[in-house]
């Protein structure tokens, strides 16, 4: 069973930064892609940024200049720095790691924009 410890979520104001951060308990040799999804209140979970193993990133169209996806891999770990954030960025954020077994989902931390 992997474990996560997700973190960096919270309260920003519009225009403003947050940076999540989300390490798995696996063995790196075993993880491919890594990423993040959302889901807003009312809305489908929607992929917002992966990373591939070669550290090759790919972004929803939404977050393409904003977002920036990155992983550590000696720490079993993926980013999300997000910058310019906007109300529609509210959402709960989920950490995701493939594995040679199937896909494994972080707990999810919350990313509210407002004034």
């Known amino acids: 069973q992997v474990q996560f410890v997700e973190s960096g979520g919270g309260l920003v104001q519009p225009g403003g930064s947050l940076r999540l951060s989300c390490a798995a308990s696996?063995?790196?040799?075993?993880?491919?892609?890594m990423g993040w999804y959302r889901q807003a209140p009312g809305k489908q979970r929607e992929l917002v940024a992966a990373?591939?193993?070669?550290?090759?990133?790919n972004y929803v169209d939404s977050v393409k200049g904003r977002f920036t996806i990155s992983r550590e891999n000696a720490k079993n770990t993926v980013y999300l720095q997000m910058n310019s954030l906007k109300p529609e960025d509210t959402a709960v954020y989920y950490c995701?790691?493939?594995?040679?077994?199937?896909?494994?989902w972080g707990q999810g931390t919350q990313v509210t924009v407002s004034s």
């Open positions: 995701y790691v493939d594995l040679s077994t199937g896909r494994a």
């Open positions: 990373i591939t193993g070669g550290g090759r990133p």
């Open positions: 696996v063995t790196t040799f075993s993880i491919y892609a």
